[in-house]
């Protein structure tokens, strides 16, 4: 599946840049690791699965394992990063959890978890990066988002908007940090082939919503839209294009969206 780029900064080369990675255990995180190792980059990567991380980076690779949900953690990530390499040159913020239960009636711990860990660690990483990459005047931060960040999906609603919040913040951080020649770069997948769903905090997906991934991608070809992204300066990054179809309907004829999202999801589930 191909990616759609709209066009910012000047392009960027990754060879030899140190990149921070969240979520680095497996899925879309491992994949952009691998990718940005085999264009020459430098890694620190973190999760919370120290043996996963190990696997993914090699020996090469900066390991701090730990949960991003806790401030701690989050300074101990950049501190060692900037101890070991010196530098921070791009921040791939892709850590993220799901959470399927109904708005009315999910639990408020779990959704500000999920709003921890999809937004508030992302900011503070961010928020810890920045200062940095605006003393060398350069640098890079890609936050992971969705399509779901642009178009609701009624079946996951907290979700949506969790990622909603990680679009809006980059387009407002682009504007701020243009002139420090920092970019800027939201990635918005598609259903990814990951574990992804094995994670969430509550709820499932029914059937109905699993039979709708007709272009599902895999986590590498997630990784590979994202770093030639990363690598053309791109504002947004949608992978698979086709998704920018859903976002036009979206804006275009909202009413039509929501009657047609709507209708799936009270549509009752089929006799086993």
Not at 190 to 198: L, P, R, S, W
Not at 263 to 272: D, G, I
């Amino acid at each position: 599946m191909g990616a759609w780029y709209h066009d910012g900064f000047a392009a960027m080369r990754v060879d030899g840049k140190v990149a921070l990675i969240t979520g680095a255990s497996e899925g879309i995180g491992a994949a952009c690791a691998r990718t940005l190792a085999a264009r020459g980059a430098r890694l620190a990567l973190t999760a919370r699965s120290r043996e996963k991380l190990e696997q993914v980076g090699g020996p090469d690779a900066l390991i701090v394992a730990g949960d991003l949900t806790d401030a701690a953690v989050r300074r101990q990530v950049v501190d060692a990063t900037l101890a070991r390499f010196g530098t921070i040159d791009v921040l791939v913020n892709n850590a993220g959890v799901g959470l399927y239960t109904p708005a009315w009636k999910a639990s408020l711990a779990a959704a500000r978890r999920m709003f921890e860990l999809n937004f508030f660690a992302l900011l503070e990483l961010i928020q810890l990066v920045v200062p940095h990459m605006q003393r060398q005047r350069s640098g890079a931060i890609v936050n992971v988002s969705s399509i779901a960040g642009k178009a609701p999906f009624p079946w996951l609603t907290l979700y949506c908007a969790s990622k909603y919040a990680v679009c809006a913040l980059g387009d407002g951080l682009r504007m701020e940090l243009a002139p420090y020649n920092i970019q800027v770069t939201t990635v918005c997948p598609g259903h990814v082939k990951t574990g992804f769903g094995d994670h969430v905090l509550d709820g499932r997906l029914a059937e109905r919503f699993q039979r709708t991934r007709k272009f599902s991608i895999t986590a590498g070809e997630c990784a590979e839209a994202m770093v030639r992204g990363l690598e053309r300066g791109a504002r947004t990054v949608m992978v698979p294009r086709v998704g920018w179809v859903l976002i036009a309907l979206e804006r275009l004829l909202p009413w039509l969206v929501d009657r047609e999202m709507a209708r799936l999801y009270h549509r009752p589930e089929p006799p086993a």
